[in-house]
């Protein structure tokens, strides 16, 4: 193992828990409560899992400047850079712990909490360039390994009740942190109504590309009810207690394709704006929003054999945009003037969709529409400070229109295999109309972008005694534009990933996948159109270097 003769020795509170585990021979527990009505449980899944990278990384997206000195990953690198060379870039253990009680089936609490430790975020890492914004250069920041080094965090904890009120009506409540999806969109749900429901785990879906949005969306603080007024009518609403971001992969990891990223990066951001015009951007922090302000409505319809729903919500953006601001004062002790950068999520998002869902057979189409008012867009440089009192620029936001199509299919036998599945969707956007007062408006971006994603299982079942195989392959590929309102990739961009999943037992989990990024190798932020002046967002896939091999083996005790 290629770093192991730099890592020091740590012994992790999960790892301690996953001994313990194993050593005990635990497993998922009924607690005997001596009454009938009261049930609880408590559950704990253990993941142990590996990343290993294919290919040494691309030099134009690892080093800050290439042979003739003109800036090509400057700022943005630390991650490839950190994991330079070919071999195991994430050697982790993940706990998954999840108590339940329920008393006559109505009432009751859950609480869910997750820890993990990546051995690969500990010690000295590969990188050798010394203008990748950490000190010394083959140095993890304390908050990168933090971040996607060693954690834990609270999931759900939510208090429950269900009350029948007669005549076939009956109400549900839910009090605390839990996740909510409105809506039938599966792979793109940040295209959908479930946008406003609330933040996602980008890293997670990066380490984790054939997720679906159920499982990347975060739980956050609220309230939430459905009220059943009969077997085809029901409503629903939502009060958010607290606005959160999304979870991006922390700079100076892995998948990290960004030195300047919201959630805590203490990286300092170079900027080159002409002879004698070099600064050094410090973070300053988020300029986060106000916690009020978002909740939602429902009302779903079942229709024959077609289920309705109609939407209104109201959500803080989840992800920012940003900024920087050059300082006055003199050049410090490197020779740099001042500056800082930060992320700014202001503005408030109305969505109105609808959707429906029917089966034909073994087939299930669903379509979604939904239009946003006072969208945030994907603005270009929000560069100030040219002068004194220059006010921030002001970033463009818009009305936009989304549509998202998915189907589930299951097939029989075939000369593939016994029995097979494919799940999929296609999720376009489209600006309607934008206001853009300061002329911010990223130039590179489209009206309209396209972007698909599928997933074609076969199956083969006691391939041996107690072991059954499937054969995930997966595709995420942009069809078309390069969105003004996702930050999606470019047109032709995306991911492949083919894998093999075990289950031995019915309480084994094996998985081993491999994914290779599509699209040309383009640093997130692109230096080479501009030269002498202000840099743009990449136009390809800043992961192009990073194909990866991954295995995991999961149990739940």
């Known amino acids: 193992m290629r770093r192991n003769n730099k890592l020091k020795e740590h012994k992790s509170p999960a790892l301690v828990i996953v001994c313990a585990l194993a050593s005990s021979g635990a497993q998922a527990i009924e607690l005997e409560t001596g009454n009938s009505d009261l049930s609880v449980r408590f559950d704990n899944t253990v993941k142990l899992s590996t990343i290993y990278r294919t290919r040494n990384a691309d030099l134009g997206l690892a080093n800050s400047f290439n042979s003739s000195s003109a800036p090509t990953g400057l700022g943005q690198n630390a991650g490839d850079d950190n994991f330079r060379k070919k071999g195991f870039v994430s050697e982790r253990v993940d706990l998954l712990t999840e108590f339940d009680a329920v008393y006559k089936r ?157 959630g805590g990066s203490p990286y300092f951001q170079p900027m080159q704006l002409g002879p004698g015009a070099a600064y050094s951007l410090a973070a300053t922090g988020d300029r986060k929003p106000k916690n009020s302000g978002q909740f939602g409505l429902q009302m779903k319809l079942r229709m024959d054999e077609t289920d309705l729903g109609f939407y209104y919500a109201q959500f803080r953006p989840k992800a920012g945009q940003l900024y920087g601001q050059l300082g006055s004062g003199p050049p410090g002790a490197n020779g740099l003037l001042p500056g800082e950068w930060y992320y700014g999520f202001q503005g408030n998002v109305e969505v109105f969709g609808a959707s429906a869902s029917r089966s034909f057979g073994d087939l299930n189409l669903s379509v979604e529409a939904s239009v946003r008012d006072n969208m945030p867009l994907r603005s270009g440089q929000m560069l100030f400070g040219f002068y004194p009192g220059q006010l921030e620029p002001r970033a463009a936001t818009g009305k936009t229109a989304h549509l998202n199509l998915s189907w589930l299919a299951t097939f029989g036998p075939s000369f593939i295999a016994q029995e097979a599945s494919m799940i999929g969707e296609v999720a376009w956007n489209r600006v309607l109309s934008y206001n853009d007062p300061d002329k911010t408006l990223d130039s590179g971006r489209t009206r309209d972008a396209t972007a698909i994603q599928m997933i074609y299982t076969p199956t083969y079942r006691q391939v041996a005694p107690g072991l059954d195989l499937s054969v995930p392959i997966g595709l995420r590929y942009i069809l078309n534009g390069r969105s003004s309102v996702m930050s999606w990739d470019a047109k032709g961009t995306g991911s492949l990933t083919l894998g093999v999943d075990a289950t031995y037992l019915q309480v084994w989990q094996i998985s081993l996948n491999y994914t290779h990024y599509i699209g040309p190798k383009t640093p997130y932020i692109d230096y080479s159109p501009s030269v002498g002046s202000n840099p743009n967002y990449g136009w390809g896939n800043p992961l192009a270097d990073r194909n990866y091999v991954s295995l995991s083996v999961r149990r739940t005790f």
């Open 106 to 262: 109505n009432f009751g609490f859950r609480i869910g909490a997750a820890g993990w430790y990546d051995r690969a975020l500990h010690g000295r890492s590969d990188a050798i360039d010394r203008s990748n914004g950490q000190t010394p250069p083959d140095a993890f920041y304390r908050y990168t390994t933090r971040e996607a080094g060693q954690k834990a965090e609270i999931l759900d904890a939510f208090v429950f009740g269900g009350w029948d009120l007669g005549d076939g009506r009956r109400i549900t409540t839910r009090l605390g942190q839990h996740a909510l999806q409105w809506g039938e969109s599966l792979f793109f749900g940040e295209n959908a109504i479930a946008r406003a429901q609330g933040p996602i785990d980008i890293y997670k879906l990066l380490a984790t590309p054939n997720a679906q949005f159920k499982e990347i969306i975060r739980p956050v603080p609220q309230i939430s009810t459905q009220l059943q007024l009969s077997p085809q009518v029901s409503v629903g609403a939502y009060y958010q207690f607290r606005w959160e971001e999304d979870r991006l992969a922390p700079a100076g990891s892995y998948f990290s394709t960004s030195n300047t990223v919201w």
